[in-house]
């Protein structure tokens, strides 16, 4: 079982920058993959990033490769999603998953756990 908590949210304006954070519970973070969703009002959810066990494999969604960038501390537990030359188009609630398989996905569904979210605002 895996609990996790996002922060960092906030509002900020265009062409800005936010780093979001990820703590995981558990002692076995370093064998689930991490992923970062976003969700905005009355659209799916939507892949953003993720990354492999060790971080050296990481995949993004086009609209947010080379803005965004995705990292782990497993000492720490914890996955960063780095976000730069921030767009009014990335408003939307954040989140954090992870899954204990081996290989990454961007596939909403295939995402065991879960966390609440942080809203991402930004203003034009």
């Known amino acids: 079982q895996v609990q996790l908590v996002e922060s960092g949210g906030g509002l900020v304006q265009a062409g800005g920058s936010l780093r979001l954070s990820c703590l995981a519970s558990?002692?076995?973070?370093?064998?689930?993959?991490m992923g970062w969703f976003r969700q905005a009002p009355g659209k799916e959810r939507d892949f953003v990033a993720t990354?492999?066990?060790?971080?050296?494999?990481?995949s993004y969604a086009r609209s947010v490769k080379g803005r965004f960038t995705i990292s782990r501390d497993n000492a720490k537990n914890t996955v960063y999603l780095q976000m730069n030359s921030l767009k009014p188009e990335d408003t939307a609630v954040y989140y954090c998953?992870?899954?204990?398989?081996?290989?990454?996905?961007?596939?909403?569904?295939?995402?065991?756990?879960w966390g609440q979210g942080t809203q991402v605002t930004v203003s034009s």
């Open positions: 558990g002692r076995t973070f370093s064998r689930y993959i």
């Open positions: 998953a992870a899954d204990p398989q081996s290989f990454i996905t961007a596939t909403v569904d295939e995402y065991d756990y």
């Open positions: 990354i492999s066990w060790g971080g050296a494999t990481t």
